[in-house]
Structures are given as structure tokens and as C-alpha cells.
């Protein structure tokens, strides 16, 4: 899995049972070069020559993938290995316009590795009539749903996302806002640091509330789900143009406490919006170790336990990789990947394309 943080490779060894069973036997992370995170950034907006230079990053991600399989099975056969299940990395995502774009080779992965590779698992999805996102509710049900409590998984990535599990009815899940995306891009451009270290950097602003409601003005929090963001939503040049508008001058370290805020109010929001019957919220992804994040979620639910996935046996870190093992089983198994009532999908879809070892 490399996701919109665009800070690297999570790589995970899996073993998956017919009745949802995980058992997670392995990890790696492989960081992105700098070189090729600045390529994959500067692809999310036109250029020139866009083609042939999202084509080369494909090529360069797909030998990323491979070194990142061959250390997490150093010491494991490779034949004991049904198949990789490879994200690859978000350039576009545009449902409105009927297309998604996840660039990684996947044949050359399979050549590399002589495995199986399945990719591009949204595409059917959106071809469906669906958001192509958020994919991961699927295996948050099989996998950390409780029968008797209702729960909430809450992956902050770049985008934030929420899986609802209700004791009794329909598993719903959508993309509430920005997570970590605007965040690390502030700190990089003042400080030159990839991300806030347990939010210390945000701890020691203090919220703007002029900024703060700007922000939470964005057009695409009032929309229902189903939904999904990316950086065609929350990028700096939004951040910008509302900084500008406000006509004052705001200490680098208090844009980044209204930022945080702005996170953990949009994600709270929504949980008290449409999960409001929730007893217990998990949080996965890079967000969960966030500690003023977290300490935020905690002051906006109230009476809710707001923890990690770590409390239910998976660390936070790998859970977004397990789900994409997770749905390369479901299609080599000839399985849907999807939730209709996620995605809003006319129906439930086998996702992905499988290139054979």
C-alpha cells in the first residue's frame, strides 16, 4: 500500500481465511526516495510530457514494490505466496468524471517478482457507477466489527476516512475530509519536515477561528455520502487562496493547530452526524500516532472510547495494507471487493485486474 501521505511502501504478509480470519505474519516499510516523492507530487497537477514522466514513476514505484516484497520475504518461500495485492499510487481520482488513476506497473511487478499481482481495484468500481472509495469498510467488517458494539474505524491517512459498523444494519463508510495531507504539506513548506511528530508542532500554535471556519466552509463537507476526497479537494492552493482572503497575517504554527483542528472536527462531525449511536471509535493509519490529533477526537466525543486498532489485535500501521490483501483474495476468489452502499456502485463488483506470475 502507498497511499495520498506519499511517504512510502507498507508492505505486509497475510495470511486470510475463508471466514475473514487475518492473520498478519510480517511487515516492511520501504520510504520513498526524495527524488521520487517530489516526481509523484508535482504529477498531481498537468505538466508537460505528463505521460511519459507518470510512466517512468510507474516504472520506478513497480521496482519500489519489488524491493519492498523481496525484503519482507527474506525469509519466507516464495511459493508459500498466492499473490500480491498492490494499491499503487493515486495520481488522479476524479468518480465525477468516471475515472481513478493508481500508477505502479503491475507487470513489471509480476516480472520482478515472478508472483501474481492484482491492481487497479477501483476502476470497476467507478465503471459501476460508484466512488471508486472508500474500498477498505469491506474488511473493516470482516475484521474488526464486534456483535454487540457499535463501532467506528476511522483510517487517517492523507484523507480521512470512516468505516460504521452498527450492531444491526448496513455497514456504511465515506471519506470525511482532509487527514494528514494538509498538515505534513504546511510543516514541509515552513520547517522542511515530512510530517508533526505527535502533533508537537500544531500543540505549540493556537487556533485561528477565523481560519478554522473558512475551513470548515469547504463545499465537499456538505455533501451526503456517499463520497470520496483526494488532493483535488485539499491542497495548499486551497489552503492558500483562503489565507489570502482573510487578509491578515497568521503564525505558521497557529495555521497548523487550526489545520489539526480542522481534522479532528470534520472526522468528529461526521461520526455525530451519521453514526450518532457509536459506542467506540479505532483509529488506523499515520493519524493514530498523532498524539494532540487523537487527544482532539477524544475531547469531541465525549463518552465515546476513542482508542487505536491496536486494542483489537492489529496495529494501526498496517491495517489499510491488510485490507488491499484482503481484496486481492476476494478477487482471485471471484468475490466482490466493494459495498454498494459505500460506494454508491449500481451493484457488488470483483475488483481489480490480475496479472499472472
Known amino acids: ?14 495470511e486470510l481465511g475463508a471466514a475473514g480470519q487475518t492473520r498478519l505474519l510480517c511487515t516492511h516499510y520501504l520510504p520513498y526516495p526524495d527524488s521520487l516523492r517530489a516526481q509523484l507530487l508535482a504529477l498531481h497537477s498537468p505538466q508537460p510530457d505528463e505521460l511519459h514522466l507518470a510512466a517512468l514513476a510507474a516504472n520506478e514505484l513497480a521496482r519500489l514494490y519489488g524491493d519492498a516484497v523481496r ?25 465525477a468524471d468516471g475515472y481513478t488513476l493508481q500508477i505502479g506497473n503491475a507487470a513489471l511487478l509480476a516480472e520482478l517478482t515472478g508472483l501474481t499481482v ?7 468500481d467507478i465503471a459501476a457507477g460508484g466512488q471508486g472509495a472508500p474500498l477498505v469498510p469491506a474488511f473493516h467488517a470482516q475484521a474488526l466489527g464486534h456483535p454487540s458494539i ?5 483510517n487517517i491517512g492523507g484523507i480521512a476516512n470512516i468505516t460504521d459498523l452498527p450492531v444491526n444494519g448496513a455497514v456504511r463508510g465515506w471519506d470525511t475530509g482532509p ?23 500544531a ?16 463545499a465537499y463537507l456538505q455533501h451526503p455520502p456517499p463520497k470520496s476526497a483526494g488532493r483535488e479537494q485539499f491542497n495548499l492552493d486551497w489552503l492558500d487562496a483562503l489565507l489570502s482572503s482573510l487578509n491578515e497575517t497568521i503564525a505558521p504554527a497557529n495555521v497548523q493547530a487550526s489545520l ?18 457509536a459506542q467506540e471509535l479505532y483509529v488506523c493509519g499515520g493519524g493514530a500516532h498523532n498524539a494532540a490529533l487523537m487527544q482532539r477526537l477524544h475531547t469531541h466525543l465525549p ?32 468475490q466482490p471487493g466493494n459495498i454498494p452502499g459505500v460506494t454508491g456502485a449500481r451493484g457488488g463488483r470483483i475488483l481489480g485486474a490480475i496479472y499472472p506470475a
Open 260 to 277: 489539526l483542528e480542522f481534522t479532528a472536527l470534520s472526522l468528529a462531525d461526521a461520526v455525530k452526524r451519521d453514526c450518532s449511536d
Open 1 to 14: 500500500m502507498s497511499g495520498t501521505s506519499l511517504d512510502g511502501v507498507d508492505a505486509v504478509l497475510a
Open 303 to 334: 463518552g465515546m472510547r476513542v482508542a487505536t486498532t491496536a486494542a483489537l489485535g492489529i496495529d494501526p500501521d498496517w491495517v489499510e495494507a491488510l485490507a488491499f490483501a484482503w481484496l486481492a483474495r476476494q478477487t482471485l476468489h471471484h
Open 203 to 218: 500543540a505549540s500554535g493556537a487556533v485561528h477561528s477565523g481560519l478554522l471556519a473558512a475551513l470548515t466552509q469547504h
Open 71 to 95: 525484503a519482507l520475504l527474506k525469509d519466507i518461500p516464495a511459493a508459500s505466496v498466492r499473490a500480491i495485492g498492490c494499491h499503487g499510487q493515486t495520481l488522479r481520482h476524479r468518480p
Open 179 to 201: 487527514g494528514n495531507m494538509l498538515l505534513d504539506a504546511w510543516i514541509t513548506r515552513h520547517l522542511d519536515a515530512r510530517f508533526d511528530r505527535d502533533g508537537a508542532w
Open 150 to 154: 457499535h463501532r467506528v474505524i476511522a
Open 118 to 124: 492484482v491492481a487497479d481495484f477501483r476502476s470497476r
